[in-house]
């Protein structure tokens, strides 16, 4: 994922990622399930993005403007 994100939006906002373990996180992404199957969405015409590249660059063609990014200390 940090790989793609620094293709599409550059090797500075990668460089942005924190891999500090984060306990709060671990908890809410702990609680997702491990699997899932997607046929009722694929029947409703909802389909999975091909890649992280993608899901990157629709990201930025609908926020055009860059997030804040808080001062590092």
């Known amino acids: 994922m940090v790989a ?4 599409v939006a550059g090797p500075e906002v990668a460089a942005r990622v924190d ?3 984060d306990a709060s996180i671990a908890r809410i992404v702990g ?3 491990a699997g899932m199957n997607a046929r009722r969405a694929a ?3 909802l389909h999975a993005d091909a890649s992280y590249d993608d ?3 629709a990201y930025l063609r ?3 403007v860059p997030p804040a990014v ?4």
């Open 4 to 7: 793609a994100l620094a293709r």
């Open 19 to 21: 891999w500090v373990p």
């Open 31 to 33: 609680a997702w399930p």
């Open 43 to 45: 029947r409703l015409g």
């Open 55 to 57: 899901i990157i660059r």
């Open 62 to 64: 609908e926020n055009p």
């Open 70 to 73: 808080p001062a590092q200390p």
